[in-house]
């Protein structure tokens, strides 16, 4: 399955952002979703992921609350919407897909090129 991020940008505390994660090749339905992010210096990290069917998300202790995790299976798509973003939200964002639902980068097989989400004080 290939991954197509969008949405990212550059945003004021407090705003929002809403990115999307376009999917071809593969079925996408079969497929897990998760969002990672990368800051300078640092580890990539989880932020969520949901299940084939949506009926189940798990989201990261600093997002959650804040993010949101969807998808529209029709569409293809994976969504997260941001909001109440902070400084340090600022962050390469990848997608990623997976057979199985998981939250460790490592197990995911198929990812995104990272979009840049900048986060002004």
């Known amino acids: 399955v290939q991954l197509q991020a969008s949405g990212g940008g550059l945003v004021q505390t407090g705003g929002s952002l809403r990115l999307s994660c376009a999917a071809s090749g593969r079925t996408f339905s079969s497929y897990a979703m998760g969002w990672f992010r990368q800051a300078p210096g640092k580890e990539r990290e989880f932020v969520a992921a949901?299940?084939?069917?949506?009926?189940?998300?798990y989201y990261a202790d600093s997002v959650k609350g804040r993010f949101t995790i969807s998808r529209d299976n029709a569409k293809n798509t994976a969504y997260l919407q941001m909001n109440s973003l902070k400084p340090e939200d600022t962050a390469v964002y990848y997608c990623?897909?997976?057979?199985?639902?998981?939250?460790?980068?490592?197990?995911?097989?198929?990812w995104g090129q990272g979009i840049q989400v900048t986060v002004s004080s």
């Open positions: 949901i299940s084939w069917s949506g009926g189940t998300t």
């Open positions: 990623a897909a997976d057979p199985q639902l998981n939250v460790l980068y490592v197990e995911y097989h198929y």
